[in-house]
């Protein structure tokens, strides 16, 4: 992707004021000729950008969303009173949810326990306070990208396209040792899937091949290069790392020599020759 495009995709969603679930509907409306799936990589990138960001500005010890909550049910707002408070002050529902349910745990048990309330936050049945169970169930299930929902869906997501990159190295014949084969062998930072024949796509040699089910922007790029990509190149030697959803332009270095980029699975690949390699003589 252009990084002009991308700009301005970015654009419009930090001047979008509403929820991540509504930006998502813009986004899809304005660029119709981008898959969606790239439009909601990008949004999640960004939101969760922001969040890093303003964390601590949003839910500070000085807020108190709880009291303000309860003052709502007491004025007898309707339903979908967390919800219209997260769109007033740009958080993900999910997130607010969570503040607000913590400060309830806590109203009476002051050392209430964070495995408790994560307990209370994946099962909402189990809050006592009926009302206050349905409006956090509102909010994750509203919210699509934070809570256990959005978390169940990113990580399926994440194993489909791993499935789909492993059925692509069956049918072309390739053998491979999974991520789960290497770390039983002692390896504890491994590629999803390391080539036990070296292939190579456009004359570069690759011996492991990542897959990303997100789009890859510069800072995202970076901080995998920093904590995967260079522990398998130099394990490994030089690999292939897909992100499915797209990535940016000028991700792609012409003189990069660890690892290649791509959007999908090449389809035309080089394989090893073994007439080529000459037996060795005492």
Not at 3 to 13: C, M, S
Request: charged share 25%.
């Amino acid at each position: 992707m252009k990084l002009e495009l991308y700009n301005d995709i970015v654009t419009t969603i930090r001047k979008f004021r509403g929820l991540s679930k509504d930006c998502r509907d813009v986004l899809k409306e304005k660029y119709n000729d981008i898959p969606v799936y790239t439009l909601y990589s990008i949004l999640s990138l960004e939101v969760q950008h922001k969040m890093k960001v303003n964390h601590s500005k949003l839910f500070g010890n000085n807020k108190n969303y709880y009291d303000t909550y309860m003052e709502a049910v007491q004025n007898g707002e309707p339903v979908g009173i967390l919800l219209k408070m997260a769109k007033d002050i740009g958080a993900p529902p999910a997130l607010l949810a969570r503040n607000v349910l913590e400060k309830h745990c806590g109203k009476d048990e002051f050392n209430v326990s964070r495995n408790e309330v994560s307990k209370l936050f994946k099962d909402t049945t189990l809050i006592q306070d009926k009302d206050l169970a349905y409006e956090v169930y509102l909010c994750i299930l509203y919210d699509n990208l934070y809570g256990p929902i959005s978390d169940a869906v990113g990580t399926s997501v994440g194993q489909e396209y791993e499935l789909k990159l492993q059925n692509y190295l069956t049918e072309r014949n390739l053998a491979f040792r999974n991520e789960e084969h290497l770390r039983s062998r002692g390896y504890d930072k491994t590629p999803d899937f390391k080539l036990e024949v070296p292939i190579a796509i456009n004359g570069f040699v690759i011996n492991w091949i990542e897959s990303k089910a997100r789009f890859g922007n510069t800072e995202i790029h970076q901080k995998y290069i920093k904590e995967q990509f260079l522990s398998y190149w130099n394990r490994f030697g030089p690999g292939l790392v897909i992100y499915w959803f797209g990535f940016l332009d000028n991700l792609s270095e012409p003189n990069e020599k660890r690892f290649i980029i791509m959007d999908h699975f090449p389809e035309e690949i080089t394989y090893m020759d073994p007439t080529c390699i000459k037996p060795t003589t005492l």
